[in-house]
């Protein structure tokens, strides 16, 4: 990322990343800092990569995520489409791409992203790491669903992982990725066995 312009993240460090501090435990800024190193890390298998356009679209990805989390991806393009500082830095060319990748990138989408950026930030943002992926699911759920129980709160995981990541799972990935690979085995392990699924989300998560 060192490529990227020092002025462009000088004013998202300061003025975009601590809005993140909005968001619950699973969409802050560690989140921010995992999607961003994947993106770069995919760039090679791609030619062609601004890594302005690159670097911006995973800053603002989930910022507007605790405002409406169905429809975060909307929000968030908006937010970034509004922003006059960004004129400053993208042509209009490249503020359409970069807003199109942002709502493309959601792992519910039902079409492909409309390009490689939006390709790339879909992929970087699914989960590598069961215990993160698990962690990152408890800490939406008692913020969204902070009144059911522990029962139904490990169910809730349960029916998420699996309508996520199960055989049918509805999220998609478009590049090269082993770690992700690793990580859908492990995953479906967990799904095939209810049991340790709860045994391993409350170790996880201690409860």
Do not use: W
């Amino acid at each position: 990322m060192h490529r990227v312009n020092k002025e462009l993240k000088k004013y998202v460090t300061q003025y975009i990343l601590p809005q993140y501090s909005l968001n619950d435990g699973g969409h802050g800024t560690e989140h921010v800092n995992y999607v961003l190193e994947r993106c770069f890390g995919f760039e090679k298998q791609f030619e062609d990569i601004d890594p302005d356009v690159l670097y911006t679209i995973a800053c603002f990805h989930d910022i507007a995520h605790h405002i409406n989390k169905a429809e975060h991806e909307i929000l968030s393009a908006k937010m970034f489409f509004e922003d006059e500082r960004m004129k400053d830095f993208f042509t209009d060319k490249d503020r359409l791409l970069i807003k199109e990748a942002i709502e493309d990138h959601r792992a519910s989408a039902e079409t492909e992203p409309r390009s490689v950026y939006g390709k790339i930030i879909s992929s970087a943002d699914r989960s590598t790491d069961v215990e993160d992926f698990l962690r990152r699911t408890h800490a939406y759920t008692l913020k969204h669903f902070g009144g059911i129980s522990e029962d139904d709160i490990i169910e809730r995981g349960y029916t998420h992982t699996k309508e996520k990541y199960g055989e049918k799972g509805y999220a998609k990935h478009y590049v090269e990725d082993e770690q992700y690979n690793q990580f859908k085995n492990k995953i479906n392990e967990l799904i095939k066995d209810k049991v340790l699924f709860e045994g391993t989300y409350r170790k996880i998560n201690n409860i």
